[in-house]
């Protein structure tokens, strides 16, 4: 069965930085993209950063230049966050999603449980 956990949510004042983690286990072979969502009140759920496979990346244009995604070097399975110039507007609940992660016997899209972002002064 895969698991996916995020860590690193908190309380940061505007301008702050945070760095999120995302962890998919569960004898995976390969994912296709790692994604970061996010889910501000009374607003649907958005796609904030992706990372593919092959390394490329793609951003939602409200975070370019103040977000990186990355993967670890050591584990392809685990994914960063990096959230610098914070705004008030980039608080939301933060999920990560493994998309089309292959187990050997299953291929499927799996999500976490979420972190909390809250950017306040």
């Known amino acids: 069965q895969v698991q996916v956990v995020e860590s690193g949510g908190g309380l940061v004042q505007p301008g702050g930085s945070l760095r999120l983690t995302c962890a998919a286990s569960?004898?995976?072979?390969?994912?296709?993209?790692m994604n970061w969502y996010r889910q501000a009140p009374g607003y649907q759920r958005e796609l904030v950063a992706s990372?593919?496979?092959?390394?490329?990346?793609?951003y939602a244009d409200s975070v370019k230049g103040r977000f990186t995604i990355s993967r670890d070097s050591r584990k392809t399975t685990v994914v960063y966050l990096q959230m610098n110039s914070l705004k008030p507007e980039d608080t939301a609940v933060y999920y990560c999603?493994?998309?089309?992660?292959?187990?050997?016997?299953?291929?499927?899209?799996?999500w976490g449980q979420g972190t909390q972002v809250t950017v306040s002064s």
């Open positions: 999603n493994a998309d089309k992660a292959v187990t050997l016997t299953t291929t499927g899209d799996y």
């Open positions: 569960g004898n995976i072979f390969s994912i296709y993209a």
């Open positions: 990372i593919y496979k092959n390394g490329s990346t793609n």
